[in-house]
Each structure stands twice: as C-alpha cells, then as structure tokens.
T-cell receptor, first 111, second 112 residues
Framework: KAGVTQTPRYLIKTRGQQVTLSCSPI?????VSWYQQTPGQGLQFLFE???????NKGNFPGRFSGRQFSNSRSEMNVSTLELGDSALYLC??????????FGPGTRLTVT | GNSVTQMEGPVTLSEEAFLTINCTYT??????LFWYVQYPGEGLQLLLK?????DKGSNKGFEATYRKETTSFHLEKGSVQVSDSAVYFC???????????FGQGTELSVKP
C-alpha cells in the first residue's frame, strides 16, 4: 500500500499570504489528522477529520482551517500567515483512530 | 488535561549499549500509549504501541510496557545500533483515539 502523501513538500510564503496544504491518506483510511511541529512548541495537534466532518480540534486560532473530501483526501489552509507559522506540518491517517501513520510533512517557511 | 513528559536529550550512546528513554504521562481514564521515531528530514514512524495496562509493545528490538501504577511507558532496547540515531517521541491518545498528545521528543545519537 502507498503511504500518506503530502504536497507540496516545501513552501515559502510571505507574511499576510494564505497557503493550502494537501494530504492523501493511505487507501482505506478515513480519518485524517494534522499536526504542527516547531522547535519551540514541539508537536501540536491541529484537527482531525472523519467522513468529511471535523471530529477533534486543537487550540489554534481560526486562521487555521481544514476540510476533508469524500475520497478522504484532506486539505488545511492557513490565512494571513505570520512568521510564527513557519513549521513542519504533518498529516496522519488512521483506520481505527488509534494507529496513526504519518506523511513526510510539508515544510512551510514564512518570510 | 492529558500530558506526556519525556526525559531530556540528547542521549549519546556507544553502539551495542543499552537504551532507556523515560516517558511518564498524565491522563484521565485509560489512554493508549505510543512510541514514534523521526529520522532527519522525515515524518514520524509508529514504532510500537500499548492499549491497556501491563501490555508490552515491541518492534525492531525496542520494547515498552504500559505501567498504570507508575503512569509510565519507558522505551528500552538491549543493544543500539548507529542506525537507531533519531528523535523518539512518546505519545498518548484518549479513549476515543484521534488526537495524539506528544512528549517533547528525545534525540538519540549512537556512535560507532
């Protein structure tokens, strides 16, 4: 089976812009979660989607949003980018909500 | 709220040394516990898991036992290799799964 894929792998944006990141889960997995990884804050949960519905949400401002499509693919969007949004954004998919399999991440740099 | 605390790194060991990375947790109810590993420039790989008290997760020579009485899930390996050099994360999820809460990560460096 193919693993979790994320596109793009690297992204450079300017403050104030918006960005959309994409995640394709492992075939058969209907749950997709997103995490932000930074040196200062570590790994933090953003949100989780299942069957196109947000199932869980972390403590991030409303500038961070996501959605899931009927084929389980997911996107996350960050509007009005700030320097502090520079991070590795990781997507994970799961069949049973417990074992989560991560993609390689999207490295976002905000200048 | 739920939280995970790991021993601080970096941990530097010689090849074939014994490895222990401590992990303790605070959680309501009965969480599931995980160890993930991250190699440079990559995402996280699930290393092992345990879903109830006294369960032992094991994979690739690594082991960890879910100890409810001490709220711990320490990672051990009897003989480390240079290829084990990576960052290791302890994590938990609640009864409904989904959201993972991670420790801060422990960097392991194994020298030949």
């Amino acid at each position: 089976k193919a693993g979790v894929t994320q596109t793009p792998r690297y992204l450079i944006k300017t403050r104030g812009q918006q960005v959309t990141l994409s995640c394709s889960p492992i075939s058969g997995h209907r749950s997709v979660s997103w995490y932000q990884q930074t040196p200062g804050q570590g790994l933090q949960f953003l949100f989780e989607y299942f069957s196109e519905t947000q199932r869980n949400k972390g403590n991030f401002p409303g500038r961070f949003s996501g959605r899931q499509f009927s084929n389980s693919r997911s996107e996350m969007n960050v509007s009005t980018l700030e320097l502090g949004d520079s991070a590795l954004y990781l997507c994970a998919s799961s069949f049973d909500f417990y074992e989560q399999y991560f993609g390689p991440g999207t490295r976002l740099t905000v200048t | 709220g739920n939280s995970v605390t790991q021993m601080e790194g970096p941990v530097t060991l010689s090849e074939e040394a014994f490895l222990t990375i401590n992990c303790t947790y605070t959680a309501t109810g009965y969480p599931s516990l995980f160890w993930y590993v991250q190699y440079p420039g990559e995402g996280l790989q699930l290393l092992l898991k345990a879903t109830k008290a006294d369960d032992k997760g094991s994979n690739k020579g690594f082991e960890a036992t879910y100890r409810k009485e001490t709220t711990s899930f320490h990672l051990e390996k009897g003989s480390v290799q240079v290829s084990d050099s990576a960052v290791y994360f302890c994590a938990l999820s609640g009864a409904q799964g989904g959201k993972l809460i991670f420790g801060q990560g422990t960097e392991l460096s194994v020298k030949p």
